[in-house]
């Protein structure tokens, strides 16, 4: 089966059978591979949020970073809401 022409002074074509509109005689497997890549990474930093994952495509070689991140992100809010605790402590005791 062949194209309809949309716009021929552009050559865009449609594909009737899919219904997608594209260039006539351009791949477009480059883009397609950068889309995929760019979604590996995504998916890395979507599952960083949780916690467990590791970097898998956006940095990798840092598995354990997120471990040690989220324990030193952990020690400086405990320091801070007890010193918060430890203040309010004190002024009420004053």
Do not use: C, H, N
Not at 19 to 48: C, N, R
Not at 50 to 59: L, R
Not at 73 to 79: D, F, S
């Amino acid at each position: 089966m062949g194209y309809v022409q949309v716009l021929p002074e552009f050559g865009l074509v449609v594909d009737p059978m899919v219904g997608v509109v594209t260039t006539a005689g351009v791949s477009y497997q480059p883009v397609i591979d950068q889309v995929a890549a760019l979604e590996l990474v995504a998916d890395d930093l979507v599952g960083m949020l949780s916690g467990e994952g590791a970097f898998q495509s956006s940095y990798p070689g840092r598995e354990k970073s997120l471990v040690f991140a989220g324990g030193v992100t952990a020690l400086w809010y405990g320091m801070a809401v007890g010193l918060l605790i430890a203040g309010i402590i004190v002024f009420a005791l004053m």
